[in-house]
């Protein structure tokens, strides 16, 4: 699944530091306006215990975990749908994402300058959010102008278009995101095809400083943010950048402890992706034997031979059967053979929508 998560907010706010963290890959962080310029990919593995049981139950000769891609992009500033700064650029890479992970800076630093002076965590939200509302505005207006024309010569399809594209821009003006405007099925497919930046599912990640750590739910401006996304429907992931680029530099063991010792039963960044990769829809399932454990990443939604493809396509053109236990059946008795005898391990055909945690064999043909 080629999906990527796009690392966006204002300079200085801990993208980069967070983006070294998640890959180790070590992007150039540095105290002033773009010190990324070209968006830096990362891949990263998807934190999942199911994989880490698995293993322990099937001994095999290797453990393949499923990946995830963040892009980083470099810090927006106000005026950016203008072309201010290298907003045009910005705003092409973010285009090229499939979700937003908006870093906010919920930290106070006299040594780590702010773009506009002062911390205030709505301000930088709506800086950034009013940006790309604009851009969208201006490629909706463009738009209209192209569509209206066949609209009036009764073109039914660009009548529909006109009037979800009429809808949009009253939503632009009035600072509302094309998430937040309530569509039908046909029309939310419609606009996706529009490639809005506003359209993209979205999620905050407020950045603390590292006295916080143990204290997050008394930081004010990590409540500001939460009460600002609750009313977006977006969730809330509370980093520090800095403590989590040291664990990423760590072992497992030592990271482990050194959680424990701060307190923290899941790491930050291991919470981020997860989330990121379930803003996007996307569900895991596992092929497991001797040789090899591993987890696959699908679309929420996908049938069996889909998600046969994914392996290899000739597994989706040969598609028999998917012999199939969900995870908990599997962990539940223990081996693939006493869920048999339980009457646990189902054969699924061509219809069979996968779902997450699902152990897959798939019987196929060429």
């Known amino acids: 699944m080629a999906l990527t998560a796009g690392i966006v907010g204002l300079p200085n706010v801990g993208k980069s530091t967070l983006f070294n963290a998640i890959t180790q890959a070590g992007a150039e962080a540095a105290n002033y306006p773009f010190a990324t310029i070209d968006p830096n990919v990362g891949v990263v593995e998807v934190p999942d215990v199911r994989l880490d049981k698995l ?5 095999p000769k290797k453990t393949v975990p499923t990946t995830f891609e963040f892009t980083d992009i470099a810090g927006i500033v106000k005026g950016a749908s203008k072309g201010e700064g ?14 937003i992970c908006h ?45 209206e024309k066949l609209a009036k010569q009764k073109d039914k399809d660009a009548i529909n278009e006109y009037e979800v594209l009429v809808k ?11 998430r937040a405007v309530e569509l039908t099925e046909d029309q939310l497919k419609m606009v996706k095809g529009f490639q809005l930046l506003t359209i993209k599912p979205i999620l905050y990640v407020a950045n603390i400083g590292e006295d916080d750590i143990a204290s997050t739910e008394e930081n004010e401006y990590v409540k500001m943010v939460r009460e600002f996304a609750k009313n977006e429907n977006a969730e809330v992931v509370v980093i520090c950048a800095k403590i989590e680029e040291e664990i990423a530099e760590l072992d497992a063991e030592e990271k482990a402890a050194f959680l ?9 960044l291991d919470q981020l992706i997860r989330k990121s990769y379930y803003l996007l829809g996307l569900a895991t399932y596992f092929t497991a034997g001797v040789q090899e454990v591993r987890a696959w990443t699908f679309k929420k939604g996908m049938k069996a031979p889909q998600c046969a493809g994914i392996i290899h396509s000739d597994f989706e053109k040969g598609f028999i059967r998917a012999e199939t236990v969900s995870y908990d059946d599997l962990m539940e008795y223990g081996s693939m053979n006493a869920a048999k005898e339980a009457g646990k391990v189902r054969l699924e055909g061509k219809e069979y929508v996968v779902q997450d945690g699902d152990i897959m064999h798939f019987r196929f043909n060429v």
């Open 55 to 59: 293993t322990e139950l099937v001994v």
């Open 86 to 99: 290298l907003g045009n650029k910005f705003l092409s890479n973010i285009r090229q994402v499939d979700a």
């Open 103 to 147: 870093v906010v800076r919920c930290f106070a630093d006299d040594n780590i300058t702010h773009v506009s002076g002062k911390v205030n965590p709505i301000d930088d939200i709506e800086t950034i959010n009013l940006e790309l509302i604009l851009a969208d505005l201006e490629s909706v207006e463009k738009r209209i102008t192209r569509v």
């Open 168 to 178: 949009l821009k009253e939503a632009f003006e009035k600072e509302i995101p094309a």
């Open 260 to 268: 424990e010792e701060l307190g923290i039963e899941e790491s930050g």
